[in-house]
């Protein structure tokens, strides 16, 4: 139920690329989808992209869809966000927290608890 612990965000050039990273603690005892979000400056936060418990199922925002992959390796704990093709559009910070397995389940991504960490900030700028 608790967030997990976002690392990998900086500034980086429209086109370029990231890798996000979110360490979630327990995952291998008590396992959870887990989705990544986003908020920019005066904006409501957003769903971004989500994962299923074994990584089966995925979903994503029509704004990211194919540029962005979301994958997870539980034997590390941790679930990934690979960003492609950056926008400045993306320029957010990124927060990563378990989901509702219903709404992933339909297509969706949307947080389970009301809990949220640090978040990493990403920039994309020329």
């Known amino acids: 139920q608790l967030p997990g612990v976002e690392s990998g965000g900086g500034l980086v050039q429209p086109g370029g690329s990231l890798r996000l990273s979110c360490a979630a603690s327990?995952?291998?005892?008590?396992?959870?989808?887990i989705g990544w979000f986003r908020q920019a400056p005066g904006k409501e936060r957003e769903g971004v992209s989500c994962i299923s418990t074994r990584g089966s199922t995925t979903a994503y925002a029509d704004s990211v869809q194919g540029r962005f992959t979301i994958s997870r390796d539980n034997a590390k704990n941790t679930v990934y966000l690979q960003m492609n093709s950056l926008k400045p559009e993306d320029t957010a910070t990124y927060y990563c927290?378990?989901?509702?397995?219903?709404?992933?389940?339909?297509?969706?991504?949307?947080?389970?608890?009301?809990?949220w960490g640090q978040g990493t900030q990403v920039t994309v700028s020329s």
């Open positions: 327990g995952l291998t005892t008590s396992s959870y989808g």
């Open positions: 927290a378990p989901v509702l397995p219903g709404a992933l389940a339909a297509g969706y991504c949307r947080r389970m608890g009301d809990g």
